[in-house]
């Protein structure tokens, strides 16, 4: 399973950037697809993820009601729209998929990641 994520950059406070996840090699469905971010001195914590089992999104509650999780055509493909971007949403973006179970939009949960994005929000 091979996960690309691009769309990182710099923005402004109050800006707004998307990112993108194409997820390929899948020999089994995926259980979730999700968006997580690591901080300087931080913890990696879930964003937002994509449950198939339910057909929920899940979003933590620092961005919600400012990023959307949304899927592509081709189902493997995820996308995060962030807005209004605070400087504390300034991170590396994953992007992660859970295969073999879904434990909730957790990092010890997803079972394989790809290379983070650089997010940075400054003025």
């Known amino acids: 399973v091979q996960l690309q994520a691009s769309g990182g950059g710099l923005v402004q406070p109050g800006g707004s950037l998307r990112l993108s996840c194409a997820a390929s090699?899948?020999?089994?469905?995926?259980?979730?697809l999700g968006w997580f971010r690591q901080a300087p001195g931080k913890e990696r914590e879930g964003v937002s993820c994509?449950?198939?089992?339910?057909?929920?999104?899940y979003y933590s509650d620092s961005v919600k009601g400012r990023f959307t999780l949304s899927r592509g055509n081709a189902n493997n493909t995820v996308y995060l729209q962030m807005n209004s971007l605070k400087p504390e949403d300034t991170a590396v973006y994953y992007c992660?998929?859970?295969?073999?179970?879904?434990?909730?939009?957790?990092?010890?949960?997803?079972?394989?990641w790809g290379k983070g994005t650089l997010v940075t929000v400054s003025s």
């Open positions: 994509y449950s198939s089992s339910d057909g929920m999104t």
């Open positions: 090699g899948f020999t089994l469905p995926y259980w979730a």
């Open positions: 992660a998929a859970a295969v073999f179970g879904w434990y909730g939009c957790v990092a010890d949960g997803m079972d394989y």
